[in-house]
């Protein structure tokens, strides 16, 4: 975990690359919207796979 924590911390100081991660973070969708289609499409493949 220090270790993870260190890189998180290296690549906050680099700002460029910091600059590039937070863009595309950005870019995606974490909206309820795209979640709830993700979970029904796993649980129809769960359906499924039985």
Same mark, same amino acid.
């Given at each position: 975990? !220090?270790?993870?924590?260190?890189?998180?911390?290296?690549?906050?100081? $680099?700002?460029?690359?910091? =600059?590039? !991660?937070?863009?595309?973070?950005?870019?995606?969708?974490?909206?309820? $919207?795209?979640?709830?289609? =993700?979970?029904?499409?796993?649980?129809?493949?769960?359906?499924?796979?039985?």
């Amino acid at each position: 975990m !220090l270790n993870a924590c260190l890189r998180a911390q290296e690549l906050y100081n $680099d700002k460029k690359a910091w =600059k590039k !991660l937070v863009t595309a973070a950005m870019k995606c969708d974490f909206s309820w $919207d795209t979640s709830s289609e =993700k979970y029904i499409d796993l649980y129809k493949d769960l359906l499924h796979s039985n």
